[in-house]
């Protein structure tokens, strides 16, 4: 699934040069209405929780803070913001020598003028497709264990000593755990000697650093069928966190939730609720919190019309909440981006075979609020406080 989830950052900034364009149109034209709308962050405060979503640093057009209509979202719902591509070491580290601040920095100053958190995401992106290039081909020397340990310590250092006392939740580590349940391997876990043992440093390093911040593994696997064998694998890492005394305070999972298949009977898709009940039972009893990290319902297999798709959106996603907020230990909820045209999976593949733009996100390309929102607003006001 990953060599397709995202096809790269490139994909991802370009969507922007096509994000107004008719293929996002909306039944509805209600530029204005969403003010009247509950606010999602204000209904999650209530219960001791926080909401927020991922913004950018692009500009005026893309899912940005410069985007006048996109950043009144951000500031209608959202209480916690992060950055969609902005800290990854893509972005971040242009070379091994430098690093490229200005695009993060602007997001936290962002954030903080409107009262916001800012979480980190991430401080190590472990798959080799997405690390930046200069990484995966790098010399790491004749002491290649001391020489990787010391890159990893040194981004770690680096950023969490730029950010102190600014961010206190930092996504440590993304994406280790492959869907056949083994860990990924990458040139600078092979020059450490194995993923388990790059990963444990990223984790103890942050902790030096960040006596107070939370500590998060965040990963993808997910309540459709087909999530078994990443779901175990994530499980197993999660258990040797702990065997080990590896400083790890919560599991991110990010909740791209997906409708593959198209039940006709529940207008919906197929989903293995008792099974992922049973993972996030396992994943409490040992201790960690979780967050919903980057949220959002590919539409994919749904019907065209536009009414339609998005209820049956909202239902999955209402289902999806009634099972994760029963968990007390979740007190973060971040979609993946507020508005349909801006959405990473309008570059996910597969496409719709129809041709139409997902409808993703709580709002539509006019950014008028979707059954989508009045779910997740329901679904915070009937949740026990944490």
Known sequence: MEMTRREGLAAVLALATTACSGNYSSPVNSVGAASTIDSLHKLAKAKGMRFGSAVGAGHSGSGSFRNTGYASLLKRDCGILVAENEMKWQ??????????????????????KNNMATRGHTLMWHRPQWQPSWLEAYDFGTNPATEAAR????????????YRGRILSYDVVNETVMEDST???????RAI?????????????????????????????????????????????????????????????????????YDPSTGTGPRQEREWRKFLDEVVAMNYDILITEFDVNDQALPGDFSARDRSVADYAKAYFEVMLDYPQLKDVLAWGMCDSYSWLQEFKPLRTDGLAKRACPYSADFAPKPLHSKLAAALQTASAR
């Open 151 to 162: 890159l990893l310590t040194t981004h770690i250092t680096t950023v969490t000593d730029r």
């Open 183 to 189: 860990l990924a391997q990458t040139a600078i876990s």
């Open 91 to 112: 972005s971040l580290r242009p070379d091994p020598l430098s690093f490229n601040f200005a695009p993060f920095d602007e997001i936290l100053a962002f954030a903080e």
């Open 193 to 261: 000697g194995g993923t388990e043992t790059l990963v444990d440093l990223a984790f103890q390093t942050a902790r030096a650093q960040l006596p107070d911040a939370q500590l998060v593994y965040n990963d993808y696997m997910s309540w459709e069928p087909g999530n078994e064998k990443h779901r175990a694998g994530v499980l197993k890492l999660l258990e040797g966190f702990r065997a080990r005394g590896v400083p790890v305070d919560a599991l991110g999972i990010q909740s791209h939730i997906r409708i593959d298949t």
